[in-house]
């Protein structure tokens, strides 16, 4: 597990304690410190198109379009033709989050949802393995006769990205390939509302599950929201899941205005910590906010200038860490902002994956916590029970670096982690 942020000299973080077990690639439940991701498993075809283009096949701009196979395939037959298929990625939004988790914390996850018993080469099966980080667990992936989803991933001019979703056999992921120890031990539990989408389908069932087992052995449950028409179409059934089982819910301002009514994202932000225990509203150009509670006894005033918007001098207490609100005695919100990293990369590409990539960096943290508290019960940072290592505001700055590098690749999934010399986050940004 590397450290999540900068304070190398002020906390003791046991990065290198050797184990003494052989290394395994497999998580070993008892042993490791590991994030459990679900998801669909798919993957992208990237392909540059025309606005017109998507005009022709009926196709949202902007939005994850299910269309059924045989539609999917002669989208994908036209763009064969015409040269317009840059490569083939792996995908899914969750499958993209654990990667880029464990390439930040140069550790294990875990993947769980299907994949095709036999690959052949150049098979959407094939591709996804050739893309993913070997420090992600696929042991417990669940076979399955057909092809993985492929996830047609339009470009058009503007950088805006479209996806036509072909499911192929995604949805397949059946409740009883849901590991219990696997999850009973996990840092965090990471899973998206897309599966909400696919009504009556298996993986619908194997996701509350999942949702149970975590709930049950007291593992944190961070949900993204996927896309704003998704939440649109199941608003109601997103709202019980993220009642009944969310700790962390993670959307854009697009998302976060259809799940509450409001289009302010610090608005948003606050009326969605009614529902779960903290809050990241991704805005694109304007930045990242990450709300929260914490107990009154434990708040920390922040040093940064005050910032108001929707709600006056909302930063106060960003230097307070994170709690789950049903462990704060007092509890209180807390609110964080930041400006994209260096105001944005000069030129983007397409914005694919940006806030993924935040998620991924607060997982760290998350798992970070975790392990530290493993480590050292007794240190003062485990005084009450937090859900993260770091405070709102430093966490907002380790997110919003991540999607910085995100934006810079033009790729939804971290090919390294952060440059070395940033390991301790201070040259390069903190000291600016
Ligand atoms: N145009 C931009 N200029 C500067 N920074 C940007 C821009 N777009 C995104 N970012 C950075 O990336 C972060 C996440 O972006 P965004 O809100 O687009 O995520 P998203 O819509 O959830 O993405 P995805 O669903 O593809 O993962 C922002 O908080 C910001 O730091
Ligand atoms: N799980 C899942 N991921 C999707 C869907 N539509 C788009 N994505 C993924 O979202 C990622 C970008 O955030 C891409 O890599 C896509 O593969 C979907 O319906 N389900």
């Known amino acids: 597990m590397k450290f999540p942020g900068r304070r190398k000299l002020k906390h003791y973080f046991p990065v290198s304690s050797p184990k003494p077990q052989l290394p395994s690639f497999e998580v070993r439940p008892e042993l490791d410190t590991y994030v459990v991701g679900l998801d669909q498993t798919i993957v992208d075809v990237l392909a540059n198109v025309s ?32 040269a317009a298929i840059s490569d083939h990625f792996a995908g899914g939004t969750i499958g993209n989050t654990i990667h880029n988790y464990s390439v930040l914390a140069d550790d294990k996850s875990v993947l769980l ?16 393995l050739c893309h ?12 399955v006769a057909g092809d993985i989803g ?36 996990a840092a965090a539990l990471v899973l998206s509302a897309y599966p909400l989408r696919a009504s009556g389908q298996p993986i619908q069932q194997a996701m509350f599950r999942t949702l149970e087992l975590a709930k049950r052995h007291g593992v944190p449950v961070v949900m993204s929201l996927g896309t704003k028409h998704l939440v649109e179409e199941h608003r109601e059934l997103i709202l019980s899941t993220v009642r009944d089982y969310v700790d962390m819910l993670a959307m854009n301002e697009l998302e976060a205005a259809a799940l509450t009514g409001i289009t302010d994202p610090l608005q948003a932000a606050e009326a969605a910590l009614e529902l779960t225990d903290m809050v990241l509203v991704t ?46 005695v007092d509890p209180m919100k807390v609110y964080s902002h930041i400006d994209p990293y260096l ?26 916590n975790h392990f530290h508290r493993h480590a050292l019960p007794l240190s003062s940072k485990h005084e009450q029970s937090y859900l993260a290592y770091s405070s709102f505001a430093q966490i907002c700055k380790y997110a919003n670096r991540v999607s910085y590098a995100i934006l810079n690749q033009s790729a939804p999934r971290l090919s390294r982690g952060l440059p070395e010399k940033e390991d301790s986050l201070e040259e390069a940004y903190w000291e600016r």
Do not use: W
């Open 150 to 185: 492929r996830g047609i991933t339009m470009i058009t001019p503007d950088g805006e990205r479209t996806f036509v979703i072909d499911p192929g056999a995604m949805d397949e992921l059946s409740a009883d390939a849901i590991p219990e120890d696997i999850i009973a031990k």
């Open 283 to 328: 805005a694109g150009p304007e930045g990242l906010y990450l709300c929260g509670y914490t107990d009154a006894s434990a708040r920390r005033e922040t040093t940064n200038p005050i910032k108001s918007g929707a709600l006056p001098d909302y930063n106060e207490f960003e230097f307070s860490r994170p709690m789950q609100k049903k462990h704060c």
């Open 132 to 143: 993913t980080s070997s420090k992600v667990d696929m042991n417990h992936l669940h076979g």
């Open 113 to 128: 949802g299907v994949m095709s018993a036999n690959i052949a080469l150049g098979s959407p099966a094939y591709h996804y």
């Open 343 to 368: 105001g944005g990369p000069e030129r983007i590409k397409n914005t694919n994956g940006a806030g993924d990539g935040a998620l991924a960096a607060i997982l760290h943290d998350i798992a970070a």
């Open 51 to 82: 606005d017109e283009f998507l005009q022709k096949y009926g196709i949202g701009k902007g939005l994850s379009n299910l269309v059924e196979h045989g539609k999917a395939d002669q989208i994908y037959q036209e763009l064969v033709q015409s």
